[in-house]
């Protein structure tokens, strides 16, 4: 009898981070199905605007509780308007691309949604102070958020059958929150960082609510001092962080994670793309990171590109669009390494 995989992507697999530079959605769903065969995800294009941005894309998802953009960003509205309306719309074009181009598609797909956290330090109240400075808006974030998002993967279920979902949860605030460095409105001050058990039962309820709905629960932080070991007991089964950030005193909890069957999507390439003079000429130093956090935590070899996802560290919207492309192309490659020469 076959032992079924522990992870639900293939070995030696590529994946993006989210956003990308182009405009239009067509264009991207065919570059990521045709880039990144093993682990294609949903596109997101900011450059198209307000509402086709991180917080944008969450805010078309939210149920009863509609945002709005003002010059300091998005903000709670009293109804739906144009901004809402514009969001949805760019999230349902984006849909039908990805339908129209992956509706055969058999395997692992991934969808990206900004988290409570660094929703709730981004998003203002009517009122212009940061959501993160009351609890109750808070609590009200995060249930608007597992309610929109439970309907999310539903309806791109049904748009692709064949997909096993992976859900990515964006959390690159979350350090700047748990540490109390989120500024209010006037920047004279900071807001107190939140109760980390808290903090910990808003991560734990959205991970609930993605596997009830059927999908493996991952989260992403490129920010330095991504908080390994709660993600890890929040429920999460892959974490995606950046190499370049990987602190040796995050070895144990890695370890644990990595035991326990969760996967790493590891960022191999800045998120503007590869540097000048490195690329496909270059992968040893680009895969040197995880081989040797690899090699510190003392797992078996033969297993890191099954572990492994590789990735840009963060989405590429800052890219051009050939350095967009070619960073896909270094990921791939660079998945490939971690399989052939998983010794540096």
């Not at 900071?190 to 058990?197: E, G, K, L, N, T």
Request: proline share 8%; with cysteine.
């Amino acid at each position: 009898m076959t032992e079924p995989r522990r992870y639900p992507w293939p070995a030696a697999s590529a994946t993006g981070m989210g956003s990308y530079p182009w405009t239009d959605p067509d264009e991207a769903a065919r570059t990521v199905f045709g880039e990144l065969p093993d682990l294609p995800h949903l596109p997101e294009l900011p450059a198209r605007g307000a509402g086709a941005d991180t917080v944008g894309r969450a805010a078309a998802l939210l149920v009863d509780l509609p945002l709005e953009v003002q010059p300091t960003g998005w903000r709670v509205a009293r109804a739906p308007g144009r901004d809402l309306a514009r969001a949805r719309s760019f999230l349902s074009w984006d849909l039908d691309a990805v339908q129209r181009h992956g509706a055969a598609f058999q395997g692992a797909f991934k969808l990206q949604v900004a988290g409570p956290w660094t929703l709730a330090a981004a998003v203002e109240l009517r009122g212009g102070e940061r959501m993160l400075s009351d609890p109750g808006a808070v609590a009200d974030l995060a249930a608007s958020l597992e309610e929109g998002l439970r309907a999310h993967i539903a309806e791109v279920a049904g748009r692709l059958p064949g997909a096993r979902l992976v859900v990515q949860v964006d959390e690159p605030g979350l350090p700047a929150v748990a540490a109390g460095r989120v500024p209010t409105a006037s920047g004279l001050r900071s807001i107190p960082a939140p109760d980390r058990v808290r903090v910990e039962e808003r991560l734990r309820a959205l991970t609930a609510a993605v596997a009830d709905a059927g999908a493996v629960p991952a989260v992403h932080c490129c920010a330095e001092g991504a908080p390994v070991s709660l993600f890890h007991r929040c429920g999460f089964r892959a974490l995606g962080l950046d190499a370049a950030l990987l602190r040796r005193e995050d070895d144990e909890a890695l370890g644990t994670a990595l035991e326990d069957g969760v996967g790493l999507i590891m960022g191999v390439v800045p998120g503007t793309g590869p540097r000048r003079g490195e690329g496909l000429s270059d992968l040893g130093s680009t895969v040197d990171p995880v081989r040797e956090l690899w090699n510190r935590i003392g797992l078996a070899p033969e297993a890191l590109a099954d572990a492994v996802v590789c990735a840009p560290a963060c989405g590429l919207a800052g890219a051009s669009p050939d350095g967009a492309r070619e960073a896909l192309a270094v990921c791939r490659a660079a998945a490939r390494v971690l399989r052939d020469e998983p010794r540096r």
